[in-house]
């Protein structure tokens, strides 16, 4: 099975809205046999034992009280630690494979739980956006922590998604998640919630100026974005070429710019020479909403 790159946030939406998009994908193949257990073996970038495939299993066999001997190729073509959803599309893609398999259909909210706490493997604790995306595709809203429950919209979105070829970090999202103010004041408080709501009605009317006004962020955006690299030249030139947004694609350091199609090619140019002027490697990719890996 399938799964998407996401790019969770996408500015004020911090842990509750993601979109996933066809820049990349996750694939994971499953086999199911007799007994209990779960054998996972990543094809490309292993990230060891303790593992967002292995815990979301883990929780999934908790969630329906089963256990089913389990063998899971993953190979994953998202860039790792880059801000696209990387680990949590792994655990989808392999979750989706071994529904399939055992001729199994669950609620989706399960697999997003369960791929969602899978990830406090790699960000040190659980958030469900880029599961959500994964799983679901299309814009998604969580609009429930406890009980865990969200929103998928289709909007007609293009985004520029650029990568910088930076040294992944290791434990980075759960590094980008300690850099995080513990508050904010009041009146900020009321604008970071208009912009989600922007977000919201953006993705429900399909109205790309909406969602662009929704990718504002004044919390978390200013606290990860020096660590993030060449993000304010890119954000400057992109901007120039004409992008409606852009944001810091989930915890970083890859970056998303909203564009309307027909500045895409202009505002992937311009994301390669801000990095290139920044003596950074990178790829840009235009790329399109795309489906999630139950959806397929
Ligand atoms: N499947 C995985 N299980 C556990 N940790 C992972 C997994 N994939 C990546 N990691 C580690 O978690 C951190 C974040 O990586 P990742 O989740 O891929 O980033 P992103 O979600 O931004 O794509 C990195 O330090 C990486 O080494
Ligand atoms: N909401 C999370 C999203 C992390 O996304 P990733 O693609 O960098 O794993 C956060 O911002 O910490």
Do not use: W
Request: with cysteine; hydrophobic share 50%.
């Amino acid at each position: 099975m399938k799964a998407p790159s996401t790019s969770a946030n996408l500015g004020s939406g911090f842990d509750v809205v993601a979109v996933a998009h066809d820049a990349y994908f996750a694939e994971a193949y499953a086999s199911v046999g007799s007994g209990c257990g779960v054998h996972v073996k990543f094809k490309g970038f292993d990230p060891g034992s303790d593992n967002t495939v292995t815990r979301a299993f883990v929780r999934l066999f908790d969630i329906l009280g089963i256990c089913r001997g389990v063998e899971v190729e993953v190979v994953n073509n998202i860039p790792v630690a880059r801000g696209l959803g990387s680990s949590g599309a792994s655990a989808v893609a392999a979750l989706a494979a071994f529904l399939r398999e055992a001729g199994m259909k669950v609620d989706p909210r399960i697999v997003v739980e369960a791929a969602g706490h899978g990830e406090a493997a790699a960000a040190g604790s659980p958030h469900f956006d880029n599961v959500a995306g994964a799983a679901l595709g299309g814009a998604v809203v969580i609009t429930s922590l406890n009980p865990l429950d969200f929103v998928k919209f289709s909007p007609r979105l293009t985004f520029v998604v650029g990568v910088p070829d930076v040294p992944p970090t290791p434990n980075k999202t759960k590094l980008m998640r300690e850099v995080l103010p513990k508050s904010v004041d009041f009146k900020t408080y009321v604008k970071q919630i208009s912009r989600v709501a922007a977000l919201v009605a953006g993705f429900a009317r399909s109205d790309p100026a909406l969602v662009a006004r929704g990718m504002a962020d004044e919390v978390v955006e200013p606290a990860r974005a020096p660590h993030v690299p060449g993000y304010s030249r890119v954000r400057k030139y992109v901007m120039e070429a004409g992008a409606l947004a852009v944001a810091i694609s989930g915890a970083g350091p890859a970056v998303v710019a909203l564009v309307n199609e027909k500045e895409a090619d202009a505002v992937r140019s311009a994301v390669l020479r801000a990095y290139a002027e920044e003596g950074i490697k990178a790829e840009a990719k235009v790329a399109q909403i795309a489906e999630g890996a139950l959806e397929t």
